[in-house]
């Protein structure tokens, strides 16, 4: 019980900074319990995830779903080589919240 409150309570934290953020688009943070059959793991997942591929798929682009996601998350390069960096939802949400 107190995972999942954890959890849903960190997702709304970085939902709020991904708001801040985005102008359009349709990225959004999502809040899921650990797949487990048996039911008896503790374990939450907080994801930041876009629908958008964002530009053209080249290279080993494999993932497409949340390709823009990560560059929300991590940055990116323009197509002039200059670095953009990411807006670190989930990596502040996880530092803010460290016991």
């Not at 849903?8 to 801040?20: F, K, T, V, Y």
């Not at 650990?34 to 374990?43: K, L, M, Q, R």
Request: glycine fraction near 12%; charged fraction near 25%.
């Amino acid at each position: 019980m107190a995972c999942d409150v954890k959890a849903r309570a960190m997702g709304r934290q970085a939902e709020a900074a991904l708001m801040a953020h985005r102008r359009h688009g349709h990225a959004h943070v999502e809040v899921d319990r650990h797949p487990n059959p048996g039911g008896d793991t503790p374990d939450w997942y907080i994801y930041l995830r876009d629908r958008d591929p964002g530009g053209n798929v080249v290279g080993v682009w494999k993932n497409v779903m949340d390709r823009s996601a990560m560059s929300i998350e991590f940055g990116w390069v323009t197509k002039k080589g200059k670095r953009v960096d990411g807006l670190h939802i989930l990596g502040n949400t996880i530092k803010r919240n460290q016991i």
